[in-house]
């Protein structure tokens, strides 16, 4: 199995200051034969499905503000909000599906305003 | 724009079997797609249940595949999900998805809003 661990678990950022949530998997996701990183992130708020924000690692979903972005390969991946806007605030949690045997999601974190 | 509705009882009884089904609007099933079920136990983190290709081959999760069963239905552009045995264990929120990627099972791009099953004697 592949293991995602999300740090921190929380987070408070003031409003307009960045945000930077890490995320790391038990073994790496970069599929070689296409130099794909096999990463997502999600953004959730209360009382709503999951939200996709950001795919292979780092590209934008349609309509996702520009201050998102994603980066990293192999094992270390991170999402940054550049400037926090207080709808910003919600559970954030990256996704490994490079097994397709077994799909898993990191623990989550939670951003707050400060 | 694809829509995804999911439905079925919101209490099952303890060893009981939970089944749920997802309904797609927008998108016809039959032209492509993995189609899959996510829970997310209250309060916590999200687990992925398993995934269905229109053509009816699927993907479980290991450490629930013995009680899994995701079938699909083309003619009624749905997909079902039942789990047997449940405990209070399995009371979480269901979630239906997509995965992009039109013969691939990728990132989940839609989802349906969710229903709470609760595992309740």
């Known amino acids: 199995d592949i293991v995602m661990t999300q740090s921190p678990d929380s987070l408070a950022v003031s409003l307009g200051e960045r945000a930077t949530i890490n995320c790391k998997s038990s073994?790496?996701?970069?599929?070689?034969?296409?130099?794909?990183?096999?990463l997502a992130w999600y953004q959730q708020k209360p009382g709503q499905p999951p939200k996709l924000l950001i795919y292979?690692?780092?590209t934008r979903e349609s309509g996702v503000p520009d201050r998102f972005s994603g980066s990293g390969s192999g094992t270390d991946f991170t999402l940054t909000i550049s400037s926090l806007q207080a709808e910003d605030v919600a559970v954030y949690y990256c996704q490994q599906y490079y097994s397709t045997l077994l799909y898993t999601f990191g623990q989550g974190t939670k951003l707050e305003i400060k | 724009q694809v829509q995804l509705q999911e439905s079925g009882p919101g209490l099952v009884k303890p060893s009981e079997t939970l089944s749920l089904t997802c309904a797609v609007s927008g998108y016809s099933i039959s032209s492509g797609y993995y189609w899959g079920w996510i829970r997310q136990p209250p309060g916590k983190g999200l687990e992925w249940i398993g995934s269905?290709?229109?053509?009816?081959?699927?993907y479980y999760n290991p450490s629930l595949k013995s009680r899994v069963t995701i079938s699909v239905d083309t003619s009624k552009n749905q997909f079902s999900l039942k789990l047997s045995s449940v405990t209070a264990a399995d009371t979480a929120v269901y979630y239906c998805a997509r995965h992009r990627g039109v013969s691939e099972p990728y990132y989940f791009d839609y989802w349906g809003q969710g229903t709470l099953v609760t595992v309740s004697s």
């Open positions: 269905i290709y229109h053509s009816g081959s699927t």
């Open positions: 292979w690692a780092s």
């Open positions: 073994q790496s996701v970069l599929y070689s034969s296409n130099n794909k990183n096999y």
